[in-house]
């Protein structure tokens, strides 16, 4: 949102500060999830997303748009843009579901759109007055456009965190009904669409409250947590009745000041300085009571945070993870390539190094589609690096790397070592992989799971990706092997702006590059959330958790040499999406001996074998091992 004139306002969804967005087609959605898969063929496009219920008795009376890409070929040169009350059904379940126009000649306020093309930018906004001016009914409005399409180009634009509300978008099925899909669980953004508004007279009072994610604290450290306070008020407000709760105790309620007034959709910060003694888990809750005097009406007026508390004596290890996001037809890429290659040089086996592909201006045959959805949400520049989900930088400079001269200097393993201090880890997993069949169409992995505090409800799933070094190809019209490289001495002398000689490889090449790939992801398996289930609730302090399953890449058509084959287990927190720790190992070949077909009778203690089916007569470290009980039956256990 931002002021217009006195009275009037743009209004629309959040965007993404660093201006971050993606150009989208019904071709192109397949990327990020295989659901869109039959609806490839369609060219007929129709969007929306809604106009919440306070702004109900203000009037709408221009809207701005992003238009597509300039190959895009409007099929009848118009767009077509069109209102109408939001209208929700409740089933026997309680469950919600939003009915929205099939097409735009059921909706109330329609308005005819001539096109243009847009002339070689990215997108480009267009400014659509209203043909009559719409007023904002009781519970909301959608605002949308429908549009045709004469070819396969990118046809819309989606920008920033996907919000509930933001975009809404129909497909056809086969039988040749229409039907809505809502588009946030994608996470892919919001519609680019804004609504010049007049406001009214009626006060809705929305302070909506959010906490900041779960962070792990040692005991004794000083810390300031934080609330994120957004006006999703009708008006403005100055003054804000809000009380803080810790573990459940609640302080007296308290007045503050902001010091001017918060405008409409504007957001604030409270913070509070903290310090626990007593390792474990802590809830931190607070609730906005009223603004200006007036009661909270909003639906989210109290948010509730966790911190985890670690005594520094019982920290893990913590096995850093950098996923690098790049393309063979990003130019800048090889930054990337070199920035990985060093860190992997500096500390071997002792970090996770991975590089995710996507395709640009020309398809990359290096792009996993298991792996498009931490694609979508992470690397939305090229080249840019996960740094354990925390935080995204430049795998090559991290967040230092660039001088006030000018000049580019190595840093990533600065920033690993700053993330490694900034968050300590509470859990660690260890991990083996083998072979599940001869034929190698399958891998058995068996993961340990151990932490340094108990919770009740446990938010952490395990993740697998699979990467392999060495790739390579030959290009063709439908795969770009070689690298694009714009540091290339074709495209002028970059040796000053790299005085270490990191990219002396790169500057003193062509601007195409016939290379071969390392850390390459070939296969994932759920590596955005992790794997329902995979760590049970309620985890107990220092007791292992055992999980095992299956890997199935028997129609994996990325993988080369499954001898250059390494399989990731990455233990993440779903409360923040950060990645607390890591194992990685190669795969054992297939051991048809192995223990789990084992018989055995008469077994009066217990007998150990390693995971490869070796026989222990006493386990000589610790780690995971097979126990034999004296009823034959086997279970895993980790030896300390």
Request: proline share 5%; aromatic share 10%.
């Amino acid at each position: 949102m931002r002021a217009a004139e006195e009275g009037f306002i743009w209004w629309n969804y959040n965007v993404d500060d660093s201006g971050q967005g993606l150009t989208l087609s019904f071709p192109k959605l397949t990327e990020y999830s295989d659901v869109f898969k039959p609806y490839t063929g369609q060219r007929k496009y129709n969007l929306c997303s809604i106009i919440p219920g306070k702004f109900a008795g203000c009037t709408i009376s221009k809207v701005k748009i992003a238009l597509a890409p300039p190959k895009v070929k409007y099929a009848d040169d118009y767009i077509r843009v069109w209102l109408s009350p939001v209208n929700i059904e409740t089933d026997a379940q309680g469950n919600d579901t939003y009915i929205i126009p099939e097409s735009s000649t059921e909706a109330e306020n329609v308005t005819k759109y001539a096109t243009a093309r847009t002339n070689g930018v990215y997108f480009q906004f267009y400014t659509i007055t209203l043909k009559t001016p719409y007023t904002v009914p009781k519970g909301g409005c959608y605002i949308g456009y429908e549009f045709e399409v004469g070819n396969d180009e990118d046809a819309f634009f989606l920008w920033g965190d996907s919000e509930e509300g933001g975009c809404y978008m129909q497909f056809e099925e086969t039988d040749g009904t229409r039907t809505w899909r809502n588009m946030t669980p994608y996470g892919l953004g919001n519609l680019t669409t804004s609504v010049y508004m007049e406001l009214s007279d009626q006060i809705v009072t929305d302070a909506s409250v959010k906490a900041q994610d779960e962070r792990n604290y040692r005991t004794g450290e000083e810390f300031t947590y934080a609330w994120t306070v957004t006006n999703l008020s009708s008006i403005p407000f100055s003054t804000m009745e809000l009380a803080i709760s810790v573990d459940g105790q609640t302080d007296n309620a308290e007045t503050i000041d902001l010091g001017g007034q918060l405008p409409i959709d504007g957001s604030c910060t409270i913070t509070r300085p903290m310090r626990f003694e007593e390792a474990g888990e802590h809830t931190l809750a607070l609730e906005i009571l009223r603004v200006d005097g007036r009661e909270n009406e909003s639906t989210h007026r109290k948010a509730e945070g966790k911190v985890i508390v670690i005594n520094p004596d019982k920290l893990y290890p913590a096995l850093p993870v950098v996923e690098e996001f790049t393309s063979t037809s990003c130019q800048w890429c090889p930054r990337g390539t070199v920035g990985l290659a060093k860190l992997k040089e500096i500390y071997g086996e002792d970090i996770v190094t991975l590089a995710g592909h996507s395709s640009l201006s020309k398809p990359d045959p290096m792009t996993c589609k298991a792996y498009a959805e931490v694609m979508a949400v992470y690397g939305q520049s090229l080249p840019s690096a996960a740094f354990n989900r925390i935080a995204i930088a430049d795998p090559y400079l991290g967040d230092s790397g660039m001088d006030g001269d000018g000049t580019s200097h190595f840093a990533a393993d600065r920033f690993v070592e700053k993330l490694r201090d900034l968050y300590p880890s509470e859990g660690k997993v260890e991990m083996t992989a083998e072979w599940a069949d001869a034929e190698r169409q399958a891998i058995r992995v068996q993961t340990a799971s151990t932490f340094c505090i108990s919770r009740t409800q446990s938010p952490y799933r395990l993740a697998f990706v699979l990467s392999e070094d060495g790739l390579s190809g030959q290009t063709s019209s439908g795969a770009l092997w070689a690298q694009y490289n714009g540091y290339s001495y074709e495209q002028g002398d970059k040796s000053g702006q790299y005085p270490d000689g990191d990219l002396d490889f790169w500057i003193n090449a062509s601007s195409v590059v016939n290379t071969t790939y390392n850390h390459v992801v070939v296969d994932a398996w759920e590596p955005m959330r992790g794997i329902e289930g995979s760590i049970p609730s309620p985890i107990t302090a220092d007791e292992s958790v055992a999980y095992e399953t299956t890997l199935d890449i028997s129609g994996n058509s990325i993988i080369q040499d499954k001898d250059r084959l390494t399989l990731v287990v990455l233990l993440l927190n779903d409360n923040n999406g950060f990645v607390i720790n890591a194992a990685q190992c190669a795969i054992a070949d297939f051991d048809p001996s192995a223990v789990r077909n084992a018989v055995c009778d008469g077994v009066s203690t217990p007998v150990y074998y390693d995971l490869q089916g070796i026989r222990q007569e006493r386990p000589a470290q610790g780690g995971l091992y097979i126990q034999q009980e004296s009823d034959g039956k086997f279970r895993k256990v980790l030896v300390r």
